[in-house]
């Protein structure tokens, strides 16, 4: 508790816990844990003099409705609960050349059809700054110390025309599940020319996909140096290399013998036409034609959960093959065939990552082809086995078929439809091959540099549809605009533990009071000094005491921001008239200790205002608490 404030007085204040997971939306549908309490609220301890501040344990809130009151009290700033939607615009030439002269006047946004107001406006930065202007916190932190705020500009106040202070990431994501050893490796020196002629200044992460999930081995820096050791150093598994060089073979066609005469339709270049139950199921074939992208679309979830605690807007290259991003179904064996649709994976995907402000830029880093014929493989055909007991039949299927056709067949694959709509739909793109990949790297920071990111706040009640976005420029031509096509617009909770759970785990913090949280070291783990804008609280006058009662949550959130481990303070206010005065001016200040926990990703501070019954959340990310 602060000390700054006088007459302070705290109650020993020990720690329950709670577990909860994400809540389910019509876009990401999970089995969803109750938030309850597991432990009652403890009374304030009494003594002669009633403290003007006291904190006692709590992982509870009133069972009432969420509903502020109509009418302010006086001496109070009621702010009114809105729905900021969040637009992320890349804006570049016909030459592709990134626009960094845009102003919010250029822009008209539509939704549904409807002309809605920019109620904000940021350009995308690279430097990093320290600039405390927009801390909602009255007493700002040390000109070099960090703050996390969950406001940029106050919406009543705000100006538009004002930069963000946050610097744009790219992230670059090694699929090491999809990438054969020759791709993996001349991706990786591409990715090395890249950063050893990226400007100083120009902020880089760096993670790597495998089959359960993602490991960050740099959260986003601009130590360039750092990130080319570690990508030097990685390598990938044993089993990840087994699987991508099965995958690769498989999806090349770079084996030799089938075991069954049907299986010659599915090789070479032919289309299996055969009935199901007429096909084999030959153990080079038994994965043949199937579409890996709907593992990888969950893992590309959780990233964006992880994502969105990193302050700024995030351009998410994922380096992978044509393994997973081209749609092999059609090259399945007739037994093997089945559902492999992934576009409700996809959706869940997208609005992930526009809620999390990451335009995400799949790039297809398979090497090109030619139609020579690998030396460790025997013939121009794949055959018939020898040993296999088959009647008599065509045993390369067909006259105009081999490996060269297979490969011209691979060559004209494209990349999955949903995937393309999927990278647009971000504000991102996809790269198709072309061997330039360290070029195509360049172009994705150039985009960091071109993006805008405006707020509106729908002029239409929430009807839980899906809305769907359009962005326009005025007095503006020849310019190209990548952005979010939709989000959608669901209703708020009804009661205070319903909007609880929602501010856990939505992407966005809320911000209907203004906080603000700068970290402190302290022994295994950061002390974060909160400031609370009084003015945006309901303090009710009892006498000569302004009173309210605040509650104060911690969640740690796990890395793919599936689970959190929830705590809870209840900070009561009895404040003297000239206290009260006082943190109308400064704000209310309170320390609260984060231990680092091996596994831990981000964490959420949120404050609920028991009198109002409004919120407000700050969300730290892990690369702060280290």
């Known amino acids: 508790t602060p000390a700054s404030v006088p007459e302070v007085n705290s109650a020993a204040v020990g720690e329950s816990s709670m577990e909860t997971a994400p809540p389910e939306s019509s876009v990401v549908a999970q089995a969803i844990p109750s938030v309850t309490a597991l432990a009652p609220e403890q009374p304030a301890e009494k003594g002669p003099v009633a403290p003007e501040m006291s904190v006692t344990e709590s992982t509870s809130l009133p069972a009432t409705t969420a509903t502020p009151p109509l009418t302010p009290d006086v001496g109070f700033t009621l702010h009114v609960t809105t729905r900021l939607v969040d637009v992320s615009v890349v804006a570049v030439d016909k030459k592709g050349r990134p626009v960094t002269d845009l102003k919010p006047e250029d822009f008209e946004i539509y939704d549904n059809g409807r002309i809605q107001k920019v109620r904000s406006f940021s350009r995308s930065v690279t430097e990093s700054t320290n600039d405390g202007d927009h801390a909602s916190s009255k007493s700002g932190p ?153 593992s990888a679309m969950t893992i590309l979830a959780g990233m964006a959960r992880r994502l969105g605690a990193i302050p700024g807007h995030k351009n998410l290259v994922w380096v992978t093959s044509d393994n997973v991003l081209v749609d092999w179904t059609g090259n399945a064996v007739g037994a093997d065939r089945g559902s492999q649709h992934i576009e409700s994976y996809i959706l869940r995907v997208q609005e992930a990552m526009n809620d999390a402000q990451v335009s995400i830029y799949p790039l297809d880093a398979s090497q090109l082809e030619t139609e020579a014929i690998d030396p460790g493989l025997k ?179 796990d890395d793919e921001g599936l689970h959190a481990r929830v705590s809870g303070q209840t900070l009561r206010l009895t404040l003297k008239s000239a206290t009260y005065e006082k943190l109308l001016q400064e704000g209310i200040p309170f320390d609260q200790f984060i231990e680092n926990r091996p596994g831990s990703g981000s964490v959420r501070i949120v404050v609920v205002d028991e009198n109002s019954g409004r919120m407000a959340s700050v969300t730290i990310p892990a690369a702060a608490l280290k």
Not at 147 to 159: E, I, P
Not at 195 to 207: C, I, M, Q, T
Not at 413 to 420: D, R
Not at 544 to 557: A, G, N, T
Request: glycine residues 8%; hydrophobic residues 35%; charged residues 25%.
């Open 142 to 294: 040390a000109p070099n110390q960090p703050v996390f705020s969950n406001r940029l500009a106050d919406l009543a106040d705000a100006k538009p025309g004002t930069n963000a202070a946050e610097p744009g990431v790219t992230i670059l994501l090694v699929d090491a599940e999809h990438l054969a050893w020759s791709d993996l490796t001349y991706a990786r020196g591409e990715m090395l020319g890249f950063l050893r002629s990226l400007p100083a200044s120009e902020r880089v992460g760096l993670y790597v996909m495998n089959a359960s999930g993602f490991q960050v081995l740099e959260e986003g820096t601009d130590d360039h140096a750092s990130l080319i050791s570690q990508l030097t150093q990685w390598m990938p598994s044993a089993q990840q290399y087994a699987r991508t060089q099965e995958m690769e073979q498989r999806n090349r066609q770079q084996f030799d013998t089938v075991l069954h005469s049907t299986d010659l339709e599915s090789v070479n270049g032919n289309i299996d036409t055969a009935p199901d139950a007429a096909s084999g199921v030959d153990p080079n074939l038994r994965d043949n034609g199937n579409n890996p992208g709907r």
């Open 379 to 557: 013939n121009r055909n794949i055959e018939l086995a020898p040993s296999a007991a088959e009647a008599p039949g065509p045993q390369s299927g067909g006259a105009a078929t081999g490996r060269g056709l297979a490969d011209v067949e691979q060559d004209s694959h494209p990349i999955q439809i949903a995937i393309e709509e999927m990278a647009t739909a971000t504000g991102g793109q996809v790269f198709r091959r072309s061997g330039e990949i360290a070029a195509s790297l360049n172009e994705v920071v150039a985009d960091g540099h071109a993006t805008y990111l405006l707020g509106f706040t729908p002029d239409t009640p929430a009807d839980d549809q899906y809305h769907l976005l359009t962005v326009k420029l005025l007095r503006r031509r020849g310019v190209v605009l990548r952005y979010r096509t939709g989000f959608e617009y669901s209703r708020e909770p009804f009661t205070l533990k319903e909007r609880l759970r929602q501010a856990i785990w939505q992407p966005s913090d809320s911000n209907e009071i203004g906080m603000s949280a700068s970290p402190v070291a302290a022994s295994e783990g950061a002390v974060f000094k909160l400031n609370i804008d009084a003015n945006d609280l309901a303090l009710k006058q009892e006498g000569e005491r302004w009173v309210d009662k605040l509650d104060i949550f911690l969640v740690q959130r």
